[in-house]
């Protein structure tokens, strides 16, 4: 059974970069029909896409956040991350990893990790 | 980017009643479109992709239809563990957006 574990400091200073690593267990991250993505969900609030990766690093990102975001991929490793740079309150959140399909819709998740932007 | 608007965004109802959710897209996503449910303190369960098809594993009382720009999300007889809050989510194009859920109460 696929299973993906967010894991990262759970409070962030403002200004600074938030990051976030998912470790896939169960499957690899290199198969070739899926896309690896990121999620946030602010307390209370509906959700938001992030951004993806393929395996080989391509990458999409959500146009809002683009200037700040960076994901990448460690595939000995299984894992890929989320790098968000200059963070604001704003940024508070749960942050999920999932599993993108070829159709665009996540099949897996994982359990989510709440990220706090707070001095 | 794609808006996706939800309706209504809240209903109360009885176990075993039929639900019915709305999704509509601000354009034609085709039949990019799937329905997560969310439990509290949980991470969202894909229930149906490509419109109408269903995850496995996901109960059959759970359907989806429609294509373009309005889909449904019904739930035919509903159960106690079906309280919970839904979204729908567009895959036509990127930036992937969500709808902004329908918290489904107990009555």
């Known amino acids: 059974q696929l299973q993906l574990q967010e894991s990262g400091p759970g409070l962030v200073k403002p200004s600074e970069t938030l990051s976030l690593t998912c470790t896939v267990s169960?499957?690899?991250?290199?198969?070739?029909?899926?896309?690896w993505g990121w999620i946030r969900q602010p307390p209370g609030k509906g959700l938001e896409c992030i951004g993806s990766?393929?395996?080989?690093?391509?990458?999409s990102y959500n146009s809002s956040l683009k200037s700040r975001v960076t994901i990448s991929v460690d595939t000995p490793k299984n894992q890929f991350s989320l790098n968000l740079r200059s963070v604001t309150a704003a940024d508070t959140a749960l942050y999920y990893c999932?599993?993108?399909?070829?159709?665009?819709?996540?099949?897996?998740w994982g359990q989510g990790t709440l990220v706090t932007v707070s001095s | 980017d794609i808006q996706m608007t939800q309706s209504p965004s809240s209903v109360s109802a009885s176990v075993g009643d039929r639900v019915t959710i709305t999704c509509r897209a601000s354009?034609?996503?085709?039949?990019?479109l799937a329905w997560y449910q969310q439990r509290p303190g949980k991470a969202p369960k894909l229930l149906i992709y490509?419109?109408?098809s269903l995850q496995s594993g996901v109960p059959s009382r759970f359907s989806g239809s429609g294509s373009g720009t309005a889909f449904t999300l019904t739930i035919s007889s509903l159960q106690p563990e079906d309280f919970a809050t839904y979204y729908c989510?567009?895959?036509?194009?990127?930036?992937?957006?969500f709808g902004g859920g329908t918290k489904v109460e107990i009555k």
């Open positions: 989510q567009q895959g036509n194009s990127f930036p992937l957006t």
């Open positions: 354009q034609g996503i085709s039949s990019w």
């Open positions: 999932a599993r993108q399909t070829s159709s665009n819709h996540f099949d897996y």
């Open positions: 490509a419109a109408s």
């Open positions: 990766i393929y395996y080989s690093g391509s990458t």
């Open positions: 169960g499957g690899s991250i290199s198969s070739s029909s899926y896309y």
